[in-house]
């Protein structure tokens, strides 16, 4: 299944590409040159979730940022698991198909497991880290691990796949203050249908489902990693990756790190600051 939607160019001026991957059809945009970064969403978003960024930083980096399977304009195929573990290779996957080398990569919720997943194996050819508002290691807070159960749970995945719950109730009512209707519309028209949904009643399950894969990252990216340059730009309002408890365990991982608070952010730093984050980035990787 691809999803007919064409995104309003006034909002996102970029021009879609598409990847044939194991998993079908990956959609990702690829603007501007230099260093390229890789950009990774979580859930429930997509690539429009970094225009603000690839916006301001195309004239200087090469900006690619993905839409994983299952989420913005890529397949969704019959068959296909929507696993971190799964998502991990697609994203390989891509990062091979483009050849990219000396790149820097930023992921953001469940994007920064995903990405960190794919780069520790190709870690010779990763310049630099930025993380922002999420995790690599096994997710123990008891109302993460509460928010997996009840999310999984069969009424509440009905709602997710019928009624679009982690877009309406979840990331509309976050980020109410900060969309236009048109921004708003934009998250929703991805998500049309039940059947375009599947990834999303996946997601929250793989909080207590990914924790082998979870549990090797904890001790595969300081080892493959930490001695890149890093960054982590951080929502301090975050109520999901709170950061008392995540910044700690970054800071122990990465030896060459820089941390960029964002006080009035919370979960979604790309939507909440995004000419923070672009700074952030443009100053730790010039």
């Known amino acids: 299944m691809l999803i007919d939607f064409v995104p ?33 969403h979580g859930s429930p978003t997509w690539s429009f979730l970094y225009r603000h960024i690839v916006k301001d930083l195309r004239d200087r980096y090469r900006c690619i940022a993905v839409d994983l399977p299952g989420f913005g304009l890529s397949e969704r195929r019959t068959g296909f698991g929507y696993t971190i573990a799964e998502q991990t290779v697609v994203l390989g996957e891509l990062i091979d198909h483009l050849q990219l080398d000396g790149f820097v990569l930023m992921g953001q919720d469940w994007g920064g497991p995903i990405s960190l997943g794919a780069a520790t194996s190709r870690a010779d050819r990763v310049r630099g880290v930025v993380l922002g508002n999420t995790v690599f ?24 796949l019928e009624q679009n719950f982690l877009i309406e109730r979840v990331l509309l009512r976050e980020l109410g203050h900060t969309l236009t209707t048109a921004e708003a519309d934009h998250y929703r028209a991805v998500q049309p249908t039940a ?15 990914a924790r082998p894969l979870l549990d090797r990252l904890a001790w595969d990216v300081p ?17 999901v990756f709170r950061p008392n408890t995540c910044l ?12 960029v608070e964002l006080p009035h952010a919370r979960h979604f730093v ?9 700074t952030a980035i443009a100053k730790r990787f010039p």
């Open 8 to 40: 309003d160019e006034n909002l996102y001026p970029f021009g879609s590409r598409w990847f044939d991957s194991s998993a079908g059809r990956v959609h990702y945009i690829d603007e501007g040159s230099g260093t390229p970064i890789l950009f990774c």
């Open 137 to 160: 290691w096994p997710i123990q807070a008891r109302a993460n691990r509460a928010f997996s159960v009840i999310m999984g749970s069969r009424p509440i995945q009905r709602r997710i």
């Open 195 to 209: 059947a375009s949904r599947q990834a999303l009643a996946v997601m929250p399950k793989e909080i207590r489902s």
């Open 223 to 239: 080892g493959t990693l930490g001695d890149k340059p890093a960054l982590a730009v951080w929502g301090m309002r975050d109520p």
């Open 248 to 259: 700690p365990r970054i800071r122990a991982a990465f030896t060459d790190l820089d941390i």
């Open 270 to 278: 790309q939507e909440d600051a995004p000419d923070s984050v672009t």
